[in-house]
């Protein structure tokens, strides 16, 4: 599998590279602090998984989009950024709903694995608050690693009064 991480941040490239690496030992990952060669690889590789930042000086990850999708129309592309930035910019709603057509994952800064498991698996980004008493104290478990292709186990349900609604793209903010 190939694998194109992009952020002009060297600080987030590297945490970032360094979990998925972590997730994916064995395949090809490049990573890039150069948001348009990252874009010229994508529109010249077929890159399984990308994951790019949302506000790239050079060239945003929307952008970056359109260059995977001209490769690979089936890859799964991820937007990377600040949770406020993600709403503003119409990447999730306020709930965490994925609203941009042809993004499959966001995840909010600080990065880290379970976010990027929940990005690969899931349309929507996991409000992790809910699920921290279920993973406090706890090592991520390597079945839960390998699922990061697949899936994600489910995260313990909200509370009642703070459970998200259905996504509903009729009424989802558009830009």
Known sequence: MKIMLADYDRNRLDRLSEYIRELFPNDDITAETDSLMAAKNCFSTPYDIVFA????????????????RHSNAQA?????????????WGVTDNYGNICEEGVDGAVSYP?????????????KVIPFESCIKATADKELKDDLL??????????PPAPPDKASPPFNA?????N
């Open 170 to 174: 009729a009424t989802a903010p558009k």
């Open 111 to 123: 990065v880290t694995k379970e976010k990027l498991l929940a990005a690969l698996g899931a349309g």
């Open 53 to 68: 930042s949302l506000d790239d000086r050079r060239l945003d990850g929307l952008k970056m989009k359109g260059f995977v």
């Open 146 to 155: 390998e699922l990061a292709a697949g899936g994600l186990a489910p995260c």
């Open 76 to 88: 799964k592309f991820c937007i990377c950024g600040n949770a406020a930035d993600l709403r503003e």
